[in-house]
């Protein structure tokens, strides 16, 4: 935590704080105020700056001394016993992830509903053809004709198309739900539409013509049961072709921009209605785009509040109707005069701040190199005791990891990565390069480069909600110009579509002879 943002946070807490102390004394004189309003003033009284944390005072008691490890595990870490008052065990910390995971999982059981209802709806396509040939060999199986051979090639023919169609609609519909879309599908919703208004048709023709009547032709009762079958299957190739095909050209140039950092990326999409589009965006998100990391933009905000803060306005003329736009303006104005020497002040933050990564980066790779050299030499060591008597890797990169921990804990507060990677998942990161032998630079490559989002833990992506907001339907094909937005807690996805040209190509033709050239060397040519 810098210095400047410290005494700033003090000064605004100190403000409250003597204000809330005049509201007691205020509310002390009145007796005839709620006991709420006394509880909200002592709440507001007990705010503390503690300096040698970065994180606010959390109203969860549960949850203080899971943060307090976090914040300090590189200074208190000597080794995992599980017995330390700053550690965590590994019960704890399995149990830590499971108790969130109960009403999330609660809540997404409604995603299994539209699997259930293709479930629902196979069961019904694939039993409607068997009652056909089942019904009239119980209802009516005196009147019914002998079945040739012809009848029993239909037989056979029947069973293998039952048995196509099963696997194919197995492919393409049975698969597990990766999202929730706020829409329905409208290819998914005709496709099944079409299907049901098919099933409704054959039901119905069957009722009537072979069931009222008693057809005694057993063949053409089979025939009719085989016509279905094969509609089935040209209902699941125009379903291959709407849903798996038809999207796979490129029509459209997506911008995707975070509002935050203003990181950019571009995909190209093919014909998708903008639910379908913001799907997949967001799945190229969590492994294109860095993590999200907002510590990293708390720098400009607290110089422009310092800036501010600074700044005193009096008001000699009395108080009017427009004292509070006046007093906003004179602020604007003074820090547009200082804007002059301001940028002197970005420059020598960040060369300072770059000399600090510079250094603790140089130290870290340091105390990973002496690390893993420790590691060789005990693996050389466990290769002559018995079989018995050898070091797991856990137990290895717990050993070792109090050597670093300090190093890494510096380094990632300078970077404000401190957030991003707790104790338990770089001991396991430790632990996965010394059992596949990988050097100290492979270790580091985590910590000293932002990875994709997918790269971090749980917490970072998994609870994470998102909203899409949209001028059009949702289910609306893309055009060319379309906006929208993906808004989540801490930022947002900014989308705008632009359609690909029309490319034409033009050929020219060249001669094969026209390139080639004759070499004449004259007799006279000295030697």
Request: hydrophobic residues 40%; glycine residues 4%.
């Amino acid at each position: 935590m810098d210095t400047d943002s410290i005494h700033s946070g003090y000064s605004h807490h100190s403000n409250r704080s003597r204000g809330s102390n005049k509201q007691s004394e205020r509310s002390s004189r009145d007796r005839h105020k709620s006991h709420s309003r006394d509880s909200s003033s002592r709440s507001d009284k007990n705010v503390t700056i503690s300096a040698s944390s970065a994180q606010p005072q959390q109203p969860d008691q549960g949850s203080a001394p899971t943060d307090a490890q976090d914040d300090n595990w590189g200074e208190t870490t000597t080794a995992v016993t599980g017995t330390s008052d700053h550690s965590l065990s590994q019960e704890d910390l399995a149990g830590f992830g499971k108790e969130t995971d109960g009403p999330v999982e609660k809540l997404n059981c409604i995603r299994f509903i539209p699997l259930a209802l293709t479930l629902l709806l196979g069961l019904l396509v694939l039993v409607t053809p068997l009652s056909f040939l089942v019904l009239p060999q119980v209802l009516w199986p005196e009147r019914l004709q002998a079945c040739g051979t012809a009848c029993e090639g239909l037989f056979l023919s029947l069973a293998f198309k039952l048995l196509i169609l099963l696997l194919a609609g197995w492919a393409l519909f049975v698969r597990p739900t990766r999202a929730s879309l706020p829409r329905i599908a409208v290819f998914r919703a005709l496709l099944g539409l079409l299907t049901l208004l098919l099933l409704l048709s054959y039901w119905l023709f069957f009722g009537v013509r072979i069931l009222d009547s008693q057809e005694e032709n057993y063949h053409g009762i089979v025939q009719f049961a085989v016509s279905l079958v094969d509609a089935l299957l040209f209902i699941h190739y125009l379903a291959v072709v709407l849903l798996e095909i038809r999207h796979l050209q490129p029509c459209f140039s997506l911008c995707v921009v975070r509002s935050t950092d203003g990181e950019t990326h571009h995909y190209n999409l093919g014909q998708l209605s903008i639910q379908r589009a913001a799907l997949v965006i967001l799945q190229h998100y969590y492994k294109d785009f860095s993590v999200h990391n907002p510590a990293l933009l708390t720098a400009a905000k607290s110089r422009a509040a310092k800036h501010l803060a600074g700044l005193k306005v009096y008001n000699v003329d009395g108080a009017g109707s427009d004292a509070a736009t006046a007093q906003s303006r004179a602020k604007i104005a003074a820090a547009a005069r200082q804007r002059d020497t301001s940028h002197n002040e970005l420059y020598y933050e960040e060369a300072e701040h770059d000399r600090r990564v510079r250094k603790r980066k140089a130290r870290l790779v340091v105390a990973v190199e002496e690390a893993f050299t420790h590691v060789r030499r005990l693996q050389e060591e466990e290769k002559k005791k018995p079989p018995g008597d050898e070091m797991d890797p856990r137990e290895a990169a717990q050993a070792i990891f109090p050597s670093m921990a300090r190093a890494l804990q510096k380094y990632l507060r300078t970077t404000r990565q401190q957030h991003c990677h707790s104790m338990d998942s770089i001991q396991a990161h430790l632990a996965f390069c010394i059992t596949n032998n990988m050097t100290p630079k492979a270790f580091l490559e985590s910590y000293l480069m932002a990875g994709p989002t997918l790269q971090y833990g749980r917490e970072c992506w998994q609870t994470r909600q998102w909203t899409l907001v949209s001028e059009a339907s949702v289910t609306s094909p893309l055009h060319h110009g379309s906006e929208f937005q993906l808004k989540s807690s801490d930022f947002s996805l900014v989308v705008t579509s632009k359609a690909i040209p029309h490319l034409k190509l033009s050929e020219e033709y060249v001669h094969p002879k026209s390139h080639k050239f004759v070499l004449q060397l004259q007799s006279e040519t000295s030697v």
